[in-house]
């Protein structure tokens, strides 16, 4: 039973250009969400986070909508670069102490 | 400040064998985790660790044992190997809190 589900399993974007990553979660106790990037042969790397209390946080050129009504969320990376090509996953908290539960993850390529 | 350090890299095991997955961190973080991560799959949670003598179970326990006997190393061992534990493993520590976790590059195993 997958608590936090990515249905994009990738996602194309041209440089510069806004990427939309989306996400479901179906737990009503989490309270904290995620977003981390992972490049291969790497672990996976803190991107933004937002609490419950909040519908929106921004960090530079990633931003982080929370739904709470749908169980939803969404990150959003504007501009688009180069760089930004990874697998982002979304992950949730039911407490800022609790276990992480992660998506399946999405692939975003960012293309020339 | 190496972070968090996995070793092997890379480990070829024979169905039936057994090892351990070294994990050890820098930081003085008492939370520790272990999670693996199957090909399209997210990251699931195996077992975690609060502080040294501390340790429980996460989502995919079985098959898996570990032990905190230092703040600073939480070795994973597979008494038994099998097939559907072919996986990249990663270690995650954090002083307390879901935000600050740091993964180390991961460990990938395959079972033959």
């Known amino acids: 039973d997958q608590q936090v589900k990515q249905n994009s399993p990738s996602l194309s974007v041209q440089e510069g250009r806004i990427s939309i990553l989306n996400c479901d979660y179906t737990n009503s106790m989490f309270d904290y969400f995620l977003w981390y990037k992972k490049y291969p042969a790497e672990g996976p790397t803190f991107l933004i986070s937002i609490s419950s209390i909040k519908d929106k946080n921004e960090d530079g050129r990633f931003t982080v909508f929370l739904n709470k009504s749908a169980k939803h969320l969404s990150l959003h990376i504007v501009p688009s670069q180069p760089g930004d090509s990874a697998v982002y996953f979304c992950?949730?908290?039911?407490?800022?102490?609790?276990?992480?539960?992660f998506g399946k993850g999405t692939r975003l390529h960012i293309l020339p | 400040n190496a972070g968090v350090t996995q070793t092997p890299k890379f480990r070829i095991l024979k169905i039936g064998q057994s090892m351990t997955l070294q994990c050890t961190q820098d930081m003085n973080h008492n939370y520790m985790y272990w999670y693996r991560q199957d090909p399209g799959m997210g990251l699931k949670l195996i077992y975690y660790s609060v502080g040294a003598g501390i340790t429980d179970k996460g989502e995919v326990p079985n098959g898996y044992n570990v032990s905190r006997s230092t703040t600073e190393d939480f070795p994973l061992r597979l008494e038994l190997a099998a097939p559907s534990q072919t996986s990249v493993y990663f270690c995650?520590?954090?002083?307390?809190?879901?935000?600050?976790?740091?993964f180390g590059s991961g460990t990938r195993l395959t079972v033959v």
């Open positions: 992950a949730a908290s039911a407490g800022r102490d609790d276990k992480i539960i």
């Open positions: 995650a520590s954090s002083r307390g809190g879901i935000v600050g976790y740091t």
